[in-house]
């Protein structure tokens, strides 16, 4: 059976405020906000990438449409507003560490821009990104 404890109300959608105490990342295409960075938990270096517990104004693929990501079966997260692959949340592994774990989500810095407090920059190079 499909667990949809962690699946996103399609009609709620999350905004994180732009603030000098906030920091949260957003998708690169559209800007739709993804997750603050509160949640995450861990940076993968390998795979230049943001493990966290949960995101935001995501969809996540259905389960048949699972494939393996270093061993570990996953299935994509899609940004609900353009629809752009972020990354992929974790199913049950037989092999969980301390940072993959069942029903986290991986979501790729080159992907992403961030809001740093005080500018959005690129998430992954931290370079200034060009506003609308
Ligand atoms: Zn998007």
């Not at 999350?14 to 509160?38: D, G, I, W």
């Not at 049950?92 to 301390?98: I, S």
């Not at 991986?106 to 809001?115: A, R, S, V």
Request: hydrophobic share 35%; with cysteine; net charge neutral.
């Amino acid at each position: 059976m499909a667990d949809n404890a962690e699946n996103v109300n399609p009609n709620m959608v999350v905004r994180f405020e732009r603030a000098p105490h906030t920091r949260f990342y957003m998708c690169r295409s559209c800007k739709n906000h993804l997750l603050s960075l509160q949640n995450q938990l861990f940076r993968d270096q390998g795979l230049n990438a943001i493990i966290c517990q949960n995101a935001v104004n995501v969809s996540v693929e259905n389960e048949d449409s699972s494939w393996t990501l270093n061993h570990h079966p996953v299935v994509n997260v899609l940004c609900n507003q353009c629809n752009t692959t972020q990354g992929q949340k974790f199913l049950r592994t037989p092999l969980p560490t301390r940072a993959v774990q069942e029903g986290r989500f991986l979501l790729y810095l080159n992907k992403m821009l961030y809001w740093d407090g005080n500018q959005v920059v690129y998430a992954d190079t931290l370079q200034p990104a060009a506003e609308d």
